[in-house]
């Protein structure tokens, strides 16, 4: 945020990460800001002042130094390849759908599939507002990602809620095999199927 070269404030750091980060990346604590705001400036990659601008309550303005520019370029031209990390609550309760009843897991679905029409909505109007600023280029491109993503994450749970149908009768079979109820395989065969995983995928 800072690489701009405007003195901005944690608070405005925080209010610009809300409006662009927070599609694909999440969205630091005003703890975690102000925090790495302090050990940048111990590593002098930037500078800070205090400000009153004849306000009730003077703030801390942060700036970026020649420093911090090189080493904030320098990882964007040359940090590797960090794969993202997937944390998916719903089809993490998906996984775990035998404990419940699918009408539930259909109403989860349902409430991600608002939140991507949300999202989706919300990136469009901010793809938007960069528009205004040439300087914005590379922002509109990520928010214009953001948007096409979150509308196949909206697909793909529409998908998810027709594929629960077949998830429902096939575990059904399995509850009617067993006397006791379902039988879960032994850990033995667990083992056997990772094994068989790894030869497939080669790794």
């Not at 901005?8 to 999440?26: E, P, T």
């Not at 703030?59 to 420093?67: A, D, E, G, K, S």
């Not at 539930?104 to 109007?125: G, I, K, S, T």
């Not at 809620?161 to 009768?169: G, Y």
């Amino acid at each position: 945020m800072l690489s701009g070269g405007d003195e901005l404030s944690g608070y405005d750091i925080k209010k610009w990460s809300n409006w662009v980060l927070r599609f694909f990346y999440q969205s630091p604590a005003y703890s975690q800001i102000y925090s790495e705001l302090k050990k940048m400036e111990q590593l002098g990659l930037v500078t800070s002042r205090m400000d009153s601008d004849g306000a009730a309550r003077s703030r801390r303005l942060y700036r970026i130094t020649p420093l911090g520019m090189d080493a904030v370029s320098a990882w964007t031209a040359n940090a590797p390849y960090d794969p993202p990390t997937l944390k998916h609550s719903v089809l993490l309760r998906v996984i775990f759908g035998h404990l419940t009843e699918p009408q539930r897991l259909r109403e989860l679905l349902q409430e991600h599939v608002a939140y991507c029409d949300r999202m989706q909505r919300n990136a469009a109007v901010e793809a938007r507002a960069t528009e205004e600023q040439p300087v914005w280029a590379y922002a509109k491109v990520a928010l214009n990602w953001a948007e096409r993503y979150y509308a196949s994450e909206r697909e793909l749970a529409l998908e998810l809620m027709k594929d629960l149908d077949e998830a429902e009768a096939e575990f059904a079979r399995a509850r009617q095999s067993g006397d006791k109820g379902v039988v879960w395989p032994e850990r033995e065969y667990w083992y056997e199927v990772e094994q068989r995983v790894k030869t497939e995928e080669g790794d």
